[in-house]
Each structure stands twice: as C-alpha cells, then as structure tokens.
C-alpha cells in the first residue's frame, strides 16, 4: 500500500442505506482515492456493504447533528480534497473527468460539482469539494 496521500476522499454519512448504497458506491470512479463511511447506528448490512466497496467504516452514535458526523468524515479522511455524498446522491459518470481536471489543476481552495439527488422531487443541488 502506497504511503502517498490520496487527492481526493470521499466521505458518506449513513445509517440503514443498504438499499441505496450500492447504486452509489458503484458510480464512484477516479479520481476517488479514499472512502470514509461515517455509520451512525445501522442495523443492516450497510457496513458490510461499504467495507466490501473498500471503505473506511466509522462508528459515530448519532447527536441529532448533520455538521458533526460530517466533520468526522472529513476529519477522518486521508485526501487532500473531500466529498460529502449522501447515500442516495449520484455523481454522473461525465462529471468525474471535470472533477479530474481540477485537481489536476493543483489548486489550493475550492470547487463545486452538481449531484444529482435521488429525491422525490429530483431535486439537484451542487456540493463543494474542499480542501481538508
């Protein structure tokens, strides 16, 4: 295993997603270096199913706090950059390449990405990438 800091680590919070998760975790592609898999109490396979993606799992009781379990992740995480991803968001296959070339890039600061969030209302919402 290489020593090198990943570019970019992925980091979900869950909770019984066992259902959705492997839809999301299957549209993960490179640049993805690293996944951080906060669990904030599930009592299905969701674990197994993110440790047999090659996630890092992460038991962190639920505080009722999004901010908290996210910063985590985050704090948990190897990569030079982040990305916070709900169970149920998918990133488009195209939107990868664009998410490569900026951090081929080398920048130092922030860039945002439009996830498309399997909601009943299929609402899009955009997502920054952070440096961490």
């Known amino acids: 295993m290489s020593s090198r800091q990943p570019l970019l680590s992925v980091c979900m919070i869950v909770r019984d997603e066992a259902e959705a998760l492997p839809e999301t975790l299957?549209?993960?592609?490179?640049?993805?270096?690293?996944?951080?898999?906060?669990d904030t109490g599930s009592r299905d396979r969701?674990?197994?199913?993110?440790?047999?993606?090659?996630?890092r799992v992460i038991d962190f009781p639920w505080r009722d706090d999004f901010a908290a379990a996210r910063n985590a992740g985050l704090e948990a995480a190897r990569g030079r950059f982040g990305l916070a991803l709900d169970a149920d968001e998918r990133v488009e296959p195209e939107s990868w390449s664009r998410v490569?070339?900026?951090?081929?890039?080398?920048?130092?600061?922030?860039?945002?990405?439009?996830?498309?969030?399997?909601?009943?209302d299929g609402v899009l919402r955009e997502l920054s990438l952070i440096h961490i």
């Open 26 to 38: 299957a549209r993960l592609a490179p640049p993805v270096e690293e996944l951080v898999v906060v």
């Open 46 to 55: 969701t674990r197994e199913i993110a440790r047999e993606a090659g996630a």
């Open 100 to 120: 490569a070339a900026f951090l081929a890039e080398d920048r130092h600061g922030r860039g945002r990405i439009t996830i498309v969030s399997d909601t009943a």
